[in-house]
């Protein structure tokens, strides 16, 4: 079990780092000599010595051989007792200069640029204190709270056990925003990264050959948008705090890495890839295909949602990875919902849009595994399974599926909870309670599928409880624990009655699935206008199928299952005469 970490680091600006790393960690298992730890392969260790200043021996296994480090105690160790070990490392490598005043932390080394747990580079928790030089005008930031802050040196120190440290350097701008205790940062890089800079170099040759070219090139740079992003930030946070309570860390940095396809969520610390920072116009010029925009319309919310999936509250194993994917996921479509767009209308079809994405992400066949063989993702296992879907036959399974089922099981979950009587986008309150008693809960700590079913089961309502136990392990066998997908077909007629209004009669059949499988199906009564009614929520089991009459005052244009998304499924209306 690692503790504390203190780390004095140098980063020079052909990306040397130089590291000196006290490292205090807490024996667990008893007769301990040999302590291991995971260090990125190109930093080489130049000495280890402990508290008393004597020097320890140390193995590190050829750069070639993978990040294997482990330091020799003479005597074995007494479990509980902290220790403490120093180190000295360092190399090129770990920080990759790509452009001026542009670095990578290489996404290799992002998690063991300093001694790691060998087993768990990422949730062996730990309080951080890191001091950083860095060169002259060049910018840090890093996970923590940042102290002694002044030009070339900066301490950082985490005040809470995090799951990972981690840093981003360049020559940055930078812009703050803070409210109701939380500060928001964005770091962009006013020199383009070498990526860009190649198009440009070739939009310049284009116009040199009296190409003239419409698109512009000349103003490819991020810093125009870095406001965009602050106020992306904002509201993603602001909605996020009201879902899932207050983020305790106080602070999010949203910083633009030289990658143009890949973000990632560190505790306070954001990297997200210079294309979030252009708009569409600038996205075309790089040549990126239009549908680009289904990741960059949600890549910043879904990394500052990690804030709360993978940091605030983390996974206890890989069967539980899914939540941090998945409730990360769900979490941008919230944004969506609320702040994709002034209009409501373009605002709920966006968000309806992203959920018919992702049941076709899971359903639709897909080219998985090395030999690229069609397959559904949904059918090669249950979420529980975690990374382990991904086989040979099957690479890219589980990245679907923790995503995009992942989120929906939330929105499932969400969908039953919510207040029917309630408007578009209210009536969440039971929803909202559950999450934040959730990250109240679990702050700081672990929290594992069944953590998460016990708290559901709290919150639910009586409609939700079909197995007659008070419990949803109905709900979580078919979903995370099971595979099935249930498609359903709706009939209906709608006649007026003798006395001025209507009578409606529905049949729902549901199929594909277990004769155990169940499932709450909503019917909503469409008025057009985006006025949306929720009539009832049926409850079907296995491959049967309910029908019903109600009368109304008033007829709707149409009857639909599902409109909002509601259930993961297939499905088919048909209004009859
Ligand atoms: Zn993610």
New binding site residues.
């Given amino acids: 079990d690692l503790a504390h970490y203190r780390l004095q680091v140098r980063v020079d600006r052909g990306g040397h780092l130089d590291v000196t790393a006290e490292v205090t960690f807490i024996p667990l298992q008893p007769h301990l000599r040999v302590i291991r730890f995971a260090l990125f392969p190109k930093l080489r260790v130049e000495r280890a010595w402990d508290a008393q200043k004597t020097p320890l021996p140390f193995l590190q296994v050829d750069e070639e051989e993978g990040n294997a480090l482990a330091v020799i105690f003479p005597e074995p160790l007494p479990v509980g007792v902290p220790r403490t070990v120093f180190l000295r490392y360092g190399g090129r490598g770990a920080v990759r200069p790509s452009g001026p005043g542009n670095y990578i932390l290489v996404p290799e080394a992002r998690s063991t640029w300093y001694p790691n747990n060998w087993q768990m580079t990422f949730g062996d928790r730990a309080t951080f204190e890191i001091i950083f030089a860095i060169p002259k005008d060049h910018m840090i930031v890093a996970t923590g709270q940042p102290r002694e802050r002044v030009p070339e040196t900066s301490r950082w120190t985490s005040e809470w056990p995090i799951t990972v440290a981690g840093f981003n350097v360049g020559l940055f701008q930078t812009r703050q925003r803070s409210e109701d205790g939380i500060v928001l940062e964005v770091y962009t890089n006013p020199t383009e990264p070498d990526e860009i800079r190649r198009v440009q170099l070739l939009a310049e040759q284009l116009e040199r050959q009296g190409i003239r070219l419409e698109l512009p090139m000349g103003s490819l740079t991020t810093s125009g948008l870095a406001e965009n992003m602050l106020v992306e930030a904002l509201n993603a946070v602001r909605i996020f705090t009201r879902y899932f309570g207050p983020n305790p860390y106080g602070r999010i940095a949203l910083s633009q890495q030289p990658a143009a396809f890949f973000g990632q ?1 560190w505790p306070m610390l954001v990297y997200l890839p210079y294309t979030a920072f252009l708009d569409g116009t600038q996205r075309r010029a790089l040549g990126l295909p239009v549908r680009f925009s289904e990741f960059t319309d949600i890549v910043g919310a ?2 500052v949602a ?1 804030q709360w999936w993978g940091h605030i509250v983390s996974w206890k194993t890989y069967r539980d990875q899914w939540m ?2 998945g409730f ?1 996921d769900f979490s941008a479509a919230l944004y969506l919902q609320f702040a994709f767009h002034a209009d409501p209308q373009r605002r709920l079809k966006r968000f309806l849009d992203f959920w018919k994405n992702q049941r076709e992400l899971i359903t639709r066949k897909a080219l998985l595994g090395v030999n690229r063989t069609s397959l559904e993702p949904y059918r090669v296992g249950p979420l529980i399974l975690g990374a382990r879907l991904n086989t040979g036959r099957t690479t890219g399974a589980y990245e679907r599926l923790a995503y995009a089922k992942g989120a929906f099981v939330l929105h499932m979950l969400r969908m039953m909870l919510r207040d029917p009587r309630a408007p578009l986008g209210e009536g969440d309150d039971r929803f909202i309670a559950l999450m934040r008693e959730f990250t109240r809960t679990y702050a700081h700590r672990a929290a594992s599928t069944r953590d998460f079913q016990r708290l559901v089961e709290k919150h639910m309502t009586p409609e939700m409880d079909l197995e007659g136990n008070g419990r949803m392990e109905w709900f979580f066998r078919q979903w995370v624990y099971g595979t099935a997908l249930p498609h359903y077909v709706l009939h209906y007629w709608l006649r007026p009655t003798p006395d001025g209004r209507y009578r409606l009669w529905l049949k729902i059949a549901q199929s594909r699935v277990p004769d155990d499988f169940r499932m709450l199906v909503p019917v909503y009564l469409d008025y057009g206008e985006g006025k949306l009614v929720r009539l009832g929520m049926a409850t079907v089991q296995g491959n049967s199928s309910v029908e019903t009459e109600v009368t109304l005052a008033t007829p709707p244009e149409r009857v639909l299952l599902n409109a909002l998304e509601d259930v993961l499924c297939t499905k088919e209306e048909k209004a009859t005469k």
Avoid: A, F
């Fill in positions: 969520s879904h990394e990690h941090s994917e990360s």
